[in-house]
């Protein structure tokens, strides 16, 4: 546990932050460092064939120590943060033994992780949590996940007793901005399926994730003097309002859970002359999904219309392009790799909690490259801010399940 708690630590006051923004891989300088430092542990601890390419893609291998045939089978993470909250000088804290009250993440700035308000800190009393100061995201996603692998590698090293087959594990850049798995080389990967140990609460299991897609609305205006703009002046602004007013105000994510889809406006700039509205469309179901997009278009074509007259051309320009699908789709005909994953937890006590993403992983796109990659739960609540945390007990559960997983495949009679 202690162990865990260090290599944790260790990685997560190093800022991998992505960013959208940038065309290169990985999209920023700093995640080298985690990456290299990733690399020199992995030799370090006896792990073969470690490679890290030009785009900083991590892979490694554990060679089987079993004399019958046994599958490939992979665990992969991600080591990039999310850009929607700043990953730099993470200072983590540590609660033992936690007692089920508030935990004072800054006092400063009167920053308080509640169970009044994140009710699930309650699963956790009696343990030790790491949180945030309350000036920064954790980090837990995905470092919990690259910590749990590697002390799995590392304790299946030291345990040879333990039979397994051929484990390889993956390291990603910029998951967190969608193109995790653009560049990650299945053929060179070698798998026949594999595990993102990259989802929550302890016990979740995965199969299933969104349609996604990406939306960018631009609406064009006309700028005239307000005091003479009677029937002259075209309010981008305006426009962008009317937009998202038409979209159903109850498909929402703040109004919608479990398999409901969504609109989501996540970005919104402009003045009188142009503004460009950015959106995320969400849908576990293909046709729904499907729909969603036409949606988009039929409101941009209303729009359209009714300016058609007075401004000549398409007042509203549409771009949508789609960013992953459900892996559903991909799993279901090897469904036996979910199976391993819920009896390896069963084993070890842990009641599996299998339902669907309302996310994405590296997983989604990379069951769709060829490589079946249900989701394991990390461990951690409350991704993406300052009120994220991490149970060690979780990551500890977590490096168990993948111990396992390897045990069981190499038994499983393929």
């Not at 991998?16 to 999209?27: G, I, K, V």
């Not at 992969?76 to 540590?94: E, K, L, M, R, Y």
């Not at 949590?129 to 690259?146: E, H, P, R, S, V």
């Not at 075209?234 to 009317?242: G, H, K, T, Y």
Request: charged fraction near 25%.
């Amino acid at each position: 546990m202690q162990e865990i708690i260090k290599r944790f630590i260790s990685y997560v006051t190093i800022d991998t932050e992505s960013d959208p923004n940038s065309d290169t891989t990985p999209s920023t300088a700093k995640q080298w460092d985690l990456a290299n430092k990733l690399v020199e542990e992995l030799k370090a601890m006896g792990m073969q064939d470690v490679t890290i390419d030009e785009n900083a893609y991590i892979m490694a291998t554990l060679p089987s120590n079993v004399d019958h045939d046994v599958p490939t089978i992979g665990f992969v993470s991600h080591f990039d943060t999310t850009p929607d909250f700043t990953g730099a000088n993470v200072n983590p804290q540590i609660i033992e033994n936690y007692d089920g009250k508030d935990i004072v993440l800054n006092a400063e700035h009167n920053i308080i992780l509640s169970p009044n308000y994140f009710d699930d800190l309650l699963l956790y009393k009696g343990q030790t949590l790491i949180t945030t100061d309350g000036l920064t995201l954790l980090g837990a996603d995905d470092k919990a996940g690259i910590t749990e692998i590697m002390s799995a590698m590392e304790y299946l090293i030291q345990h040879p007793e333990i039979k397994h087959g051929k484990i390889r594990i993956g390291f990603t850049p910029d998951e967190e901005i969608g193109r995790g798995a653009h560049k990650f080389d299945v053929e060179k990967f070698g798998c026949q399926w594999a595990y993102t140990m990259d989802g929550s609460q302890i016990g979740e299991l995965e199969y299933e994730n969104f349609n996604a897609a990406g939306a960018k609305i631009t609406l064009k205006g006309k700028s005239v003097h307000p005091g003479y703009a009677k029937g002259k002046m075209i309010n981008s602004m305006l426009l962008a309002s009317q937009f998202i007013a038409a979209l159903p105000a109850d498909e929402t994510p703040e109004t919608t859970e479990d398999y409901e889809g969504f609109y989501h406006v996540h970005g919104l700039k402009g003045s009188i002359e142009e503004t460009v509205l950015e959106l995320i469309i969400r849908d576990h179901d293909k046709s729904l999904f499907e729909g969603r997009k036409q949606q988009i278009g039929t409101i941009a074509k209303k729009i359209n219309d009714h300016y058609a007259t007075q401004f000549g051309e398409d007042i509203c320009v549409v771009e949508i392009k789609d960013q992953y699908f459900n892996m559903r789709e991909k799993v279901e005909p090897v469904f036996h790799i979910v199976d391993i994953a819920e009896k390896a937890m069963l084993e070890l006590g842990i009641t599996p909690i299998i339902k669907p993403i309302r996310g994405g992983t590296d997983g989604s796109q990379l069951s769709y490259k060829g490589l079946p990659c249900p989701n394991i739960f990390a461990g951690g609540h409350n991704f993406h801010g300052k009120y994220e945390y991490v149970p060690v007990e979780s990551m500890v559960k977590a490096t168990e399940v993948i111990v396992k997983i390897c045990e069981l495949t190499a038994t499983a009679g393929f």
